[in-house]
Every structure is written in structure tokens, then in C-alpha cells.
């Protein structure tokens, strides 16, 4: 056995070493496999900046009651009366001013993207001054909170990044008002960042709301008195409401985009890497057939045909993994921290992200080279193993 | 042509290699081939919009609701040849997963104006006659296995009947479109069923589609109805169809642009290697070409001979994989029909074919004009 080891190190060693004599198609292979890993890092990138925004977002304590069958947000109205009826209702957390819950409006502005100067949905919120206490990570890095029953706005970092006009101090003039920023806000980069908040009782009359409204976001008093909070609405005959947990709710609304980026990123890694796993075997039948030689003399002299198939496995593996070190580099340099925004098209409106390239996903791009290169060595190998060793040698 | 069979013996040289050099073309032009879909469908269609129709929407955002007076008034400025109106329906079928567009239109007024969703006379009539009727679009019927004559409940999720949730419809046609890219997808229904049965009461719609006599004088007309509205509670924004539809493209942002640049960087890699090995089998039979020199083939021969072998590779392969990679996308698109438009552009089927002659010449020349360049002593010596 140890001897099997010292032949197969003794192998893989000459190999490595002969790799220079073998440059040009090793580092085709390698860019091969760098382009596939690039690719494959970059759009699952986008998908889990997205994650990032929409599925990380809201705590579990936190609940959103909308009418019911309505789904959205956007297409949901409930009456003042069953606002009060929810805020109200057991399980809600009271703090120093009340019940911790806030009754919002949910609409769309449109606002020139700064990109393309191309106008985008912007989802403009009205809310509650409880709305700090529900949604904690909320805090205020320039300017101040609005002035209740004033026309102004406080905007989300992403979303003043990304939009036209959303700087602190800049006017907007929607429909019949003029709305001034008079703040940013952070959250720690989840949903609300790509929002702009006002105050609900302003937004109300400049969306032709009436006294309605559309949701009810909720703190709970804990994660576990969501199921009777839940019941309790649900039972009420003076409701007719749906009742989701935030972070259902968030995950829900972004499963189709999310869809979309995973379903086609899936099909488009998987055909290059098929592409690449071809062009590394091309490349390590190229090195077997030029080591013929070689090969058939250690076989000679006694070594091992597994310690051959070894060594050949070796050299396509670790090509394989420059690639995809060099891919997950490429990767990380090109795209990482870009940030942009897309339309989540189950709530009509723009959600601004980054892209984020975490170690696990280097990790994952780094093993699926590995396997490509794992893969592409695999015929070759077999080759190389049964090589006939005496025609082998009369080919000289 | 006599030469073939040598041209035929050198691909079968090393059978393996061949093999794969010629799976990884049919690879690439795979993925070309996605690659123009997808950022077909990233466009939304833009390339099927008309010239001659205009999109009138409220100016702050689309999700606000215009007077339905306004239709006589937009009809009445010069220029404008035919109005009518969709509302977003926004139901849910069976499970919100089911997404697909409802729109309460205009019958008549609709169909006259998107003379590309092509409908049966007959179902027209029946349609027309019938308040509860929908015609649906061929993709979504064959989604749903739906056929004219049943009967489709939609949860209302924005609009609500007086009395439950539920609204239901008969499907009285469905319509094909007239090109590739009209969006098949819709389910269009009457305006009046919305407006009567729902609990908010009628006077407003969601948008306007009107036409104008001169597509030249699209965007001067869009101006005039714009200032008509100025200053009213209800602000319009008028754009072409065509502009309106790459707005909402855009709003898609960076990421089909995105997607596209990293597949051609792709494509790209995966044809550099591919040109390299092809390459590669030309300088490892240095020798043979010398022999064939020897023999009295001239230079141009010998080039002809090795541009020969790779353009037969890359036509056999591109062939391969741009048949391959339309008959998956006529399968429809990856995410279960949510992008309407999901197909290969005839001139993105033209220009992958153009890109398989460029691969076999580029791939080749090089190595074709360094077997030229030989001397036959010196690649004899070589051995």
C-alpha cells in the first residue's frame, strides 16, 4: 500500500513537472474552466444579493395582516375600523405609546432611474410612527424623521442611491404635492432600504385614500404568539384578513424572481459546464497522448495502472481548481458589491440590491470546478492506464 | 471535392477529439442561442410594439386609475384615430404561483386595435354577446390545458364583487398571435362585467391604448393630450408603445444586460478553446502537410485543405447545436411561462450561422498559413 502511495507521488511529481512542456492547451483548459466558474459565481451572486434583500428581511416576531385574498400588499385595503381592530388585538406587543403596530398605505411613484434616466416604480410607503418601534433595524443616518402631517419624506439608502431626486434636502413634485427629503435611513440592507416613508395621514388624501388603508404591520410580543394572533384575527366575523408572518410574507413576494434568475443561471452553468468539462478532456487526452512515452516507460519499469489513472486525475483537478480560484476571483473582484435595482414583478415595484459573492458560493464555484476537472481527467486516465505498453514504446 | 476523403480521414484521425471539439461548438451555439432568447424576453417584446399606438398612463405611477371620461376627450384631440382602455384585474387562479396578466377591456375597441391576436369570427361573436366571456392567449390556454367552453374562476384580489371573491368566466376563444412575439399570454375579459359586479363601483380604468393616423406625429399627439390633462387631479403621461414598453424593460435594469454580457464572455471562452484545439490538430500533423507538399500539393491546396476540415467542423457543430437549442426553446421558456416572449430572432438565427463560418476560418487560418509557411526539409526534420 505505501508503496502504491510513493509510486502515485512519484507520478503525480513528474507530471507537475512536465506541465510547463504542456502550456498552451493546459491554460486553454484552465481559462475554460475560469469562464464557466465566472459565470456560474456571478449570477448566483445576484440571486443571493436578492436573498439578501427579500428573504433575510423582517424578523419572525413581526407580523402583516393585509385583507383577505389579496396577497400583496399593493392590492390590499382594510377600513380604519379594522386597523384599529387589529392593533388592538391580543398578542400585539404595547410599548410606552401604545400597541406596537402601524397602519400603512403602499404605493408606487414614478421616479427616473439615475442609471438610464428611464422612469421606475418606486414603492412610496405611508406609515405609523409606530413603525420604528416594528421594524427595529430602521435607523437614521442623515437628516431627521419627518414632521407628522408635513409632505415630507424620509428615503432608503438604496433607494436615494439608485433613484433621481432622493438626495437629502431635494424636492419631488408628485401629482399634486411636493414631497422634501428631509432623511436617510438604513436597514441593515433588507426591503426597506429601497422605499421612501411618509406619513400615512399625508399620503392618504394625495392618493385619494380616504380613511383607508392597506396593511398592518404588527410586533408580536414573540415568534410563538403568531399562530394565535393569527387565529384571533382570522375568527374575528368583523375581519376579513389574511395574516402572514414578515418573513413569510417577504419570501413569498420574491419567489418569482427569484425563479427566474435561479431557473435560467441554472441552464446556462450547466451548458458551459458540459462545454467545459469537454474542452478539459480534450486537453487531458492531449496530455496523455503527448506523455505516451513516458507513461508506457514507468509502466515498464512496474509502476501501477491506478497509480497512472491517479496521477492523471491529479494534473486535470488541480487545473480545474486554478481555474476556478482564478473564476471565483474574477468573480469576486468584477461583481461584488455592485449594486443595482429590478422590478419584483409580484409587487410591481423596483427592489434595489447588491450583488454579493460569499465564501460559500467561492466554495461552491471552487467544487464545481473540481468536478468539471474531476470529470474531464476521468477517459484520459482510463487511457492512459491501459495503454498497450509495448506498441506504446515502439512508437518512439 | 475528390479531396474529401482526406479531408475525411484527418477528422477521423483522432475520432475522440473530433467528438468532443465538435460537442463543444454544438455547446456554444447552444447557449448563443438562449442567450438571444433570453434577452428577448428581458426586452419584454419590445421589437413587436406598434409604431402607430400610444400608451396613455397617470402620471405618478400606472397603478393609479384614470376617469373613465376621459375616453371621448382623448378621442376628440387631432390626430387621434381610435381610444379604448384595460384595467389590471390582478386575479389569482387557482394558487398566486399561477401568475399571469388579466386585463377587463373593451371588447371590440381591444381587438381593433391589436389586430395581432388573431380570434376565430365566431368566437369574436360569441365573445362580443357575452358579458362573463374571456378569450385567452394560445400559450396560457395550453398552460392550463383550458378549452373554449369552460368555465375559469378568478379569486379577485384588488377588485372585489358585491358579494364573495370569486368572479367566473367562460372562455369564449382563444386567440393565436399573428408573429413570433405577440404576447399569447393575456386573458382579456369585459370591461362591463368588472365595472357592474365589483363592489368599488364604476368611472375608472386602469390605462389607455389609443392610435394615431401618422406614427410620425406620435410623439407631438402624445404632448398635446398631456397638456390637455395638465394641472387636473388626474396628470397623464403619454409615451409610444414602443417607449413605454422598453421603459418597463429598463425597469428590469442592469440585470438582463448583465446576464447577456456574461453569456457572450462565455460564448467567447468557450470558442477560444474550441478554435485552440482545432488549431492544434493541424500543427500535430505538421508533418503530413509536409509530405503532402512533397507530393506536389500547392500552397493553396494545403490551406484550402486545413480551412476545409475546420469550416466542416464548425458548420456540422453550429448546424447541430442551433437546431438542438431551437427545438428546447420552442419548449417555451425556463421559468414556466412568466416571460411572454421566449424565442430565437430570425436574424439571430442568421447571425449564428454567419458565427459558425467565422470559427471554422478563424480557427483554420492560423494554423493553415503556419502549414503554408513550412518548409517541407524543415517539418520532415522535425520528427
Not at chain 1, 418606486?122 to 419627518?146: D, K, M
Not at chain 2, 390556454?141 to 384588488?158: K, N, S, Y
Not at chain 2, 493553415?368 to 520528427?383: F, H
Request: with cysteine; net charge negative.
Amino acid at each position: 500500500m505505501l508503496r502504491w502511495f510513493q509510486q502515485t507521488a512519484t507520478i503525480i511529481g513528474l507530471s507537475l513537472r512536465s506541465l510547463p512542456q504542456r502550456a498552451g492547451p493546459s491554460i486553454v483548459a484552465v481559462i475554460g474552466i475560469t469562464g464557466v466558474v465566472v459565470t456560474f459565481v456571478a449570477v448566483l451572486s445576484i440571486a443571493e444579493g436578492f436573498n439578501a434583500v427579500m428573504v433575510n428581511a423582517g424578523s419572525p416576531d413581526t407580523a402583516i395582516v393585509m385583507r383577505g385574498g389579496s396577497n400583496a400588499e399593493l392590492n390590499s385595503a382594510l377600513a380604519l375600523e379594522s386597523t384599529r381592530l387589529i392593533s388592538e388585538a391580543p398578542g400585539v406587543r404595547r410599548g410606552d405609546n401604545g400597541p406596537q403596530a402601524s397602519a400603512e398605505l403602499f404605493v408606487i411613484v414614478n421616479i427616473p432611474k439615475k442609471s438610464t434616466g428611464t422612469d421606475a416604480n418606486v414603492p412610496l410607503r405611508g406609515i405609523q410612527s409606530a413603525a420604528f418601534e416594528v421594524r427595529q433595524e430602521v435607523h437614521i443616518v442623515e437628516g431627521r424623521r419627518f414632521t407628522a402631517g408635513t409632505n415630507e419624506i424620509i428615503v432608503g439608502r438604496a433607494a436615494s442611491n439608485q433613484f433621481a431626486g432622493l438626495e437629502l434636502g431635494q424636492a419631488n413634485r408628485w401629482g399634486e404635492n411636493t414631497w422634501t427629503v428631509v432623511g436617510i435611513f438604513e436597514a441593515d440592507g433588507t426591503i426597506s432600504e429601497s422605499e421612501i416613508w411618509c406619513d400615512a395621514a399625508v399620503l392618504q388624501p394625495a392618493y385619494r385614500r380616504g380613511s383607508t388603508f392597506q396593511s398592518v404591520m404588527a410586533k408580536l410580543d414573540s415568534p410563538e404568539t403568531f399562530q394565535s394572533f393569527k387565529d384571533a384575527l382570522t375568527a374575528d366575523p368583523r375581519l376579513d384578513v389574511q395574516v402572514e408572518r414578515e418573513t413569510d410574507y417577504y419570501s413569498s413576494q420574491s419567489s418569482q424572481v427569484r425563479g427566474i434568475i435561479t431557473g435560467i443561471g441554472t441552464v446556462i452553468a450547466a451548458l458551459m459546464g458540459v462545454g467545459a468539462v469537454f474542452g478539459a478532456i480534450n486537453t487531458m487526452y492531449n496530455a496523455v497522448a503527448t506523455r505516451t512515452r513516458e507513461i508506457a516507460t514507468l509502466r515498464a519499469l512496474g509502476f501501477s495502472g491506478s497509480s497512472v489513472v491517479v496521477s492523471v486525475l491529479v494534473e486535470s483537478a488541480l487545473l480545474a481548481v486554478i481555474g476556478g480560484v482564478i473564476g471565483g476571483g474574477v468573480a469576486y473582484a468584477a461583481f461584488h458589491g455592485y449594486q443595482t435595482a429590478t422590478m419584483n414583478f409580484q409587487t410591481f415595484s423596483q427592489v434595489a440590491f447588491t450583488f454579493t459573492v460569499t465564501p460559500a458560493l467561492l466554495l461552491q464555484g471552487a467544487t464545481y470546478a473540481l468536478a468539471m476537472g474531476l470529470l474531464g481527467g476521468f477517459f484520459p486516465a482510463i487511457r492512459a492506464a491501459r495503454l498497450p505498453i509495448v506498441t506504446a514504446l515502439r512508437d518512439l | 471535392m475528390k479531396y474529401l476523403p482526406l479531408v475525411w480521414s484527418s477528422l477521423f484521425r483522432r475520432k475522440i477529439r473530433t467528438l468532443f471539439t465538435l460537442l463543444s461548438i454544438v455547446i456554444a451555439f447552444v447557449l448563443f442561442n438562449y442567450l438571444s432568447a433570453v434577452s428577448v424576453a428581458f426586452s419584454m417584446g419590445v421589437e413587436v410594439a406598434g409604431s402607430d399606438r400610444l400608451m396613455l398612463i397617470h402620471k405618478v405611477s400606472f397603478i393609479q386609475l384614470l376617469p373613465e371620461s376621459y375616453q371621448t376627450r382623448i378621442l376628440a384631440v387631432d390626430g387621434v384615430d381610435h381610444v379604448t382602455h384595460a384595467t389590471w384585474f390582478g386575479g389569482v387562479y387557482q394558487d398566486p404561483r399561477n401568475f399571469f396578466a388579466q386585463f377587463a377591456v373593451e371588447p371590440e375597441g381591444y381587438l381593433e386595435l391589436y389586430p395581432e391576436f388573431m380570434l376565430p369570427d365566431d368566437a369574436k361573436e360569441r365573445w362580443y354577446r357575452n358579458r362573463t366571456g374571456a378569450v385567452v392567449g394560445r400559450t396560457l390556454a395550453d398552460r392550463f390545458d383550458w378549452e373554449v367552453g369552460d368555465r375559469i374562476p378568478l379569486q379577485g384580489t384588488i377588485w372585489r364583487t358585491e358579494s364573495g371573491d370569486t368572479w367566473e368566466f367562460t372562455i369564449d376563444g382563444i386567440y393565436d398571435g399573428a408573429e413570433q412575439g405577440t404576447d399569447t399570454t393575456q386573458f382579456l375579459f369585459h370591461y362591463d362585467y368588472l365595472a357592474e359586479a365589483n363592489s368599488q363601483g364604476r368611472g375608472f380604468v386602469g390605462w389607455y391604448h389609443l392610435r394615431v393616423d401618422d406614427p410620425s406625429r406620435a410623439v407631438q399627439i402624445g404632448e398635446t393630450i398631456d397638456r390637455q390633462f395638465a394641472n387636473s387631479p388626474y396628470e397623464t403621461k403619454t409615451s409610444t408603445e414602443q417607449a413605454f414598453v422598453q421603459a418597463f424593460a429598463s425597469q428590469i435594469g442592469d440585470i438582463g444586460t448583465m446576464m447577456t454580457a456574461i453569456m457572450i464572455a462565455v460564448l467567447f471562452t468557450i470558442l477560444l478553446v474550441t478554435a485552440n484545439t482545432m488549431g492544434q490538430s493541424v500543427r500535430e500533423r505538421t508533418s503530413e502537410l509536409a509530405v503532402l507538399k512533397t507530393l506536389g500539393f500547392t500552397d493553396g491546396g494545403v490551406l484550402s485543405l486545413v480551412l476545409v476540415e475546420s469550416i466542416l467542423i464548425a458548420v456540422v457543430g453550429g448546424t447541430i447545436g442551433l437546431g438542438l437549442s431551437w427545438m428546447i426553446i420552442q419548449q417555451g421558456d425556463p421559468t414556466g411561462g412568466f416571460l411572454p416572449a421566449f424565442f430565437v430572432p430570425p436574424e439571430d438565427l442568421v447571425l449564428g450561422a454567419g458565427l459558425t463560418l467565422f470559427l471554422g476560418v478563424a480557427s483554420g487560418v492560423l494554423p493553415g498559413v503556419q502549414a503554408v509557411r513550412l518548409k517541407i526539409v524543415d517539418a520532415l526534420r522535425r520528427t
